[in-house]
């Protein structure tokens, strides 16, 4: 486990505790780019970032999930289960719980893609644990913007709201490419432009405006994809 004060680097540089990397992804992730390339800590971010889902999903009400999955149901003209009591205590548990397990799954698949990309196809210099590192304390900006979104997604009654490109194309008519704008999240843009930051921090060849336009090719790629279940 990562201490909250700082440590000692191999270098003789100090690498900030949890809580002031925590501030600086927001306010100064450049700095902390480069200081996670050089001492790539990230199991206190993936913690953090486990915490931070599970507790979004526990506040949130298990209604409506059920109202959400019932409404696509519907208009798919298939009948949604009622359920009782007791799943619905399960699913206070469940739900929490899987964000959890998936949030740290993607972390490490994600990670993994963007070595492949990078250190393996580009010929980047960098580890696995660098990009980690980079992955883990970059989604912490969309993961806690999204908990403070929490009171809207209960006012809303929409547990999916986010803020996110369609916001500004209010104009367009409903169809696959106003989908794919709402699968763009405003949030995990700035996280993947902090990402590609990290990329330019491991490796100085490679520049934030590369790898920012691999990044938001990918970014979009998986928006697309997601369009066609929205």
Do not use: C
Not at 88 to 108: G, N
């Amino acid at each position: 486990m990562e201490r909250i004060s700082e440590e000692q680097g191999g270098d003789g540089s100090q690498m900030p505790g949890l809580a002031s990397r925590l501030v600086a992804v927001f306010f100064s992730p450049g700095r902390l780019m480069e200081q996670l390339a050089e001492q790539p800590r990230w199991i206190g971010a993936l913690i953090m970032g486990g915490l931070v889902v599970g507790l979004t999903m526990a506040l949130i009400p298990v209604e409506l999930f059920l109202g959400a999955n019932r409404q696509i149901a519907l208009e798919r003209g298939a009948e949604f289960p009622e359920l009782g009591e007791r799943a619905i205590r399960a699913m206070r548990i469940v739900i929490p719980l899987t964000s959890v397990l998936t949030t740290t799954l993607l972390s490490a698949i994600i990670a993994g893609l963007y070595t492949i990309i990078f250190a393996f196809i580009l010929g980047d210099e960098g580890r696995y644990a660098q990009y980690l590192a980079v992955v883990t304390h970059a989604w912490l900006i969309a993961l806690l913007v999204g908990l403070l979104l929490t009171p809207l997604r209960i006012s809303t009654g929409n547990a999916q709201f986010t803020l996110n490109m369609a916001s500004f194309a209010f104009f367009l008519p409903e169809g696959y490419f106003l989908n794919v704008l709402q699968a763009l999240d405003l949030t995990q843009i700035w996280s993947t432009l902090v990402i590609a930051q990290g990329a330019h921090a491991i490796d100085k060849r490679r520049s934030f405006k590369s790898a920012a336009t691999i990044l938001m090719v990918i970014l979009v790629s998986f928006a697309m994809l997601i369009a066609n279940f929205i």
